[in-house]
C-alpha cells in the first residue's frame, strides 16, 4: 500500500519569529511599528510636496462609479467650505499659476454653491481659471460661470433654463394601499408632510417656495449676467441649449474641447494643497444631514472635547434640514455649554432650517449665504394609519391591558382623541419651546418671531432682514469674525475638527442627506 507523506513547509523567518522569545516579539513589533510609521510620515511629506507648482486642479461633482464612491468613504474628499478656503490661499501664492475645475452634477444645495462661486470668482480677477463641463444643469454652470473660461464638448449639454421646484405627492398611492396618514403639527407653513397627505402644494407652500425661489433666482441670474456681461433672465428664456453652437453665440460657453486637449500637465491637486496651508487654526465642528440620534451622539462628544480645550473661538458649519427634535435640543445644549467658555460662531452652509437652526440659535453670532435656505421654525409628527389595509389584507388585533391608556398608539385601532390630544399637547409644547430658544439667542421678542416663524422657510437675504442671522457670507466671513474675536494680525485658517474616520457602516450608506422621509410612527421632526 502507498504511504502518503505530508509535509508542510515553514519559510525560515517565520520560523524565527516563532523561535524568539516573547521579550523579542515585542521589540520586533516596536521595531516594525515604528518603520511602518516613519514609512507613512516620509509617504505623507512627498504627497504634501507633490505638485508644488503648477495649475489647482478640482474635479467637483457625484462620481457614477462605484469604486470612486467607495474610496471617498473610506477617504471623504474635502468639503467644499475648505475648497473655497483654499482658493482664498491659493490667489495669493505664487506657486499657483492658476486654476482649473471639471464640474459634474453637484449634489448639494446652492448656498455651498454660491459660496464656492464667490472664492472662484475672486480667484478669477488675480488668475486665469478653467471651467470644464460635459453636461450641466443650471447648478453647474451657475459655478463655472464664475471661471475666465467656460470649455464644453462639442456634444456636451447646457440645461440652462431656470429653476423649478417640484413636488412628487404620496396621497393617491396611500389611499389605494388602505393607509392614511395623520398630521399634527405647530406652524402652518410647514408642508413636508404633505407629501403624503395631498396630490398638490398647498397654498402656503406655493406661496413660500415662490418667495424662495425669486430670492435665489434673483441671485444667480445678477451674478451670472455680470460674469458673462450677457442679459442673462432671456437668455434663459431661450434654454436649455442642446446644440452648443447656440450656447456659443450667447455667450454661454468659450469654446468647445475635449478634456484630454484642455486638462493642464502640471496639476496641483486641492487636497494637497490643502496640506500646505499654514497659519491660526480655528475648529469647524461639521453638523450635517438630517438630525437624529446618531448624529447627536458625535456632535455632542466633539463640543465637549472642545470645551476642554484651549481653543478661544469655535465654527459651528451646519448643513441640515432638520430631524428628531430631541437630537437637535440635546446639541443645542452642549453648544450652550460650550458658549459659556468660548465664543461659538455659526456658519450655515446650503440649508440650515428647522432642526438645523435651533442648533444655531445657540450660537452668539450666525452668518449665512443670500441662498442659504433657513428659517422653518416649526414641529410636526406624521401618525401612519393602517385600519383598512389591516382588512384588506385579514389582520385583526385583540388586546388585554390594565391601564386606560396602556394601547397608546398601538397600530390596530383608530386614533383615539384622547391620543390625538396627547400628542398635539407636545408639538405645541416643543414649538413653543423652540421658539424661546430663537427669542434668546437672536434677541428677538416672542410675540415678533412668532410672526416669522409659522415654519416659513427663508432665502438667506431675508434671513438677515429679519434678524435671524448676522451677516451674509460663507466660512470666510465666520474666520473673519474670529479673527477680529481674537486679536490676531495673522493668517486664520479654519479645520475640519474630529475628522472623520471610516467605519464599515459608512461604507453601506450612500443614502442623500437632502431627501429624507420620515416614516415612523411617533416621529416629532423639525424638519
Known sequence: MPRWKSRVQIPFPALFIFAMSKNAKIWL?????????????????????RGAEGILYMELGK???????????????????????ALGFAKEDEKIKGLFLKISLLDCAWGEVEELRKAIL??????????????????????????????????????????????????GLWEKLGVEWKVIKAGKYKSAPEVFTRDKFSEEAR?????????????????????????????VNEGPYLVIEKAKEKNLVDRTGYFEDVVPERKVKVRDYLKRIRGRR??????????????????????????????????????????????AD??????????????????????CASGGYYIASGGEWICALPTTITGSIGVFTLLPRFEELYKKIGISFDTVKKGEHADFLFPGKELSDY????????????????????????????????????????????????????????????????KEILGVKGRVIGYKYGRKRWAFEDILDFSSRFFILYLLPVNPVIE
Not at 130 to 157: F, N, Q, R, W
Open 29 to 49: 513589533g516596536i521595531i516594525l511599528g515604528v518603520l511602518v510609521y516613519a514609512f507613512f510620515c516620509v509617504f505623507a511629506m512627498s504627497s504634501s510636496r
Open 63 to 85: 462620481k457614477s462609479d462605484f469604486k470612486t464612491a467607495l474610496l471617498e468613504r473610506l477617504y471623504p474628499p474635502p468639503s467644499l467650505w475648505e475648497v473655497a478656503q
Open 122 to 171: 475672486e480667484f478669477s480677477e488675480k488668475k486665469p481659471s478653467v471651467a470644464y463641463i460635459e453636461y450641466a444643469t443650471d447648478k453647474e454652470y451657475y459655478l463655472a460661470s464664475a471661471c475666465d473660461t467656460v470649455i464644453v464638448p462639442p456634444l456636451g449639454l447646457l440645461l440652462v433654463d431656470g429653476l423649478s421646484a417640484q413636488g412628487m405627492f404620496q396621497k
Open 207 to 235: 406661496k413660500n417656495l415662490e418667495k424662495l425661489l425669486d430670492d435665489i433666482f434673483s441671485v444667480y441670474a445678477e451674478d451670472v449676467a455680470d460674469a458673462r456681461k450677457i442679459p442673462f433672465e432671456s437668455v
Open 282 to 327: 480655528i475648529p469647524v465642528v461639521e453638523i450635517n444631514g438630517e438630525i437624529n440620534e446618531k448624529l447627536a451622539e458625535k456632535v455632542i462628544k466633539k463640543l465637549k472635547k472642545l470645551e476642554k480645550s484651549s481653543y478661544k473661538v469655535v465654527i459651528l458649519r451646519i448643513d441640515s434640514p432638520g430631524g428628531d427634535v430631541l437630537s
Open 330 to 351: 440635546l446639541i443645542w445644549r452642549e453648544v450652550k455649554k460650550l458658549g459659556e467658555k468660548k465664543h461659538v460662531l455659526v456658519s450655515c452652509g446650503g440649508v
Open 419 to 482: 391620543e390625538e390630544r396627547k400628542i398635539q399637547e407636545f408639538i405645541d409644547y416643543a414649538y413653543e419651546t423652540f421658539l424661546e430658544r430663537v427669542s434668546e439667542g437672536r434677541k428677538i421678542p416672542l410675540d415678533s418671531l412668532r410672526g416669522i416663524a409659522e415654519g416659513i422657510v427663508y432665502s438667506g437675504l431675508d434671513a438677515l432682514r429679519l434678524g435671524l442671522v448676522d451677516k451674509l457670507g460663507g466660512i470666510e466671513v465666520a474666520l473673519d469674525k474670529a
